[in-house]
T-cell receptor, first 115, second 113 residues
């Protein structure tokens, strides 16, 4: 099965500072990759998804961006963080399987606090 | 766009009772419906799933039902235990844009001992 690595696990950043969160995937090739944000006590909000290298789709307008420089690497970035960017960021991966659709595997998450 | 509605947002049951969480999806192209359990501070974990060619699936105390005509699917937990307390998310996989997963808003389940 797939293994997803995320780092850092926790991060405290001042408002206006840049952000870079990294996600890497093992155990599969050509996965679909996703970035979700979960605010405290809230559901999962899809931020970006990628079906291949260099292919990024954005779900909500925001000051975040994503990049996929390699097949199994997905990066979430910001040039200037806002207070509202605080939350639990989850990277997820699934693999297209023809007629069968596979489950999404989640990384351990990064807890971001913007002060 | 596509969306998934999940109810209730909070559910409190007595240990041993059953719990039911319901979801409704909008995209008729959805064909895979997983349920995730998320304990406090941890990542969501898949607990059960169902595909569109099946109406019901059971795994010990957990079952999921799907009504494709009505675009409803539900999670049923029987003989609830305190360790079942968590947030549960339903999701629907759509076929447009590369198997994009749409999550429900989550249900916080409290099981009282």
């Amino acid at each position: 099965s797939q293994t997803i690595h995320q780092w850092p696990a926790t991060l405290v950043q001042p408002v206006g500072s840049p952000l870079s969160l990294e996600c890497t995937v093992e155990g599969t090739s050509n996965p679909n990759l996703y970035w979700y944000r979960q605010a405290a006590g809230r559901g999962l909000q899809l931020l970006f998804y990628s079906v291949g290298i260099g292919q990024i789709s954005s779900e909500v307008p925001q000051n975040l961006s994503a990049s996929r420089p390699q097949d199994r690497q997905f990066i979430l970035s910001s040039k200037k963080l806002l207070l509202s960017d605080s939350g639990f960021y989850l990277c997820a991966s699934d693999a297209t399987g023809g007629a069968g659709v596979n489950e999404q595997f989640f990384g351990p998450g990064t807890r971001l606090t913007v002060l | 766009g596509e969306n998934v509605e999940q109810h209730p947002s909070t559910l409190s049951v007595q240990e041993g009772d059953s719990a039911v969480i319901k979801c409704t999806y909008s995209d008729s192209a959805s064909n895979y419906f997983p349920w995730y359990k998320q304990e406090l501070g941890k990542r969501p974990q898949l607990i059960i799933d169902i595909r569109s060619n099946v109406g019901e699936k059971k795994d010990q105390r957990i079952a999921v039902t799907l009504n494709k005509t009505a675009k409803h699917f539900s999670l049923h937990i029987t003989e609830t235990q305190p360790e079942d307390s968590a947030v549960y998310f339903c999701a629907a996989i759509t076929l447009t844009g590369g198997f994009k997963t749409i999550f429900g808003a989550g249900t916080r389940l409290f099981v009282k001992a």
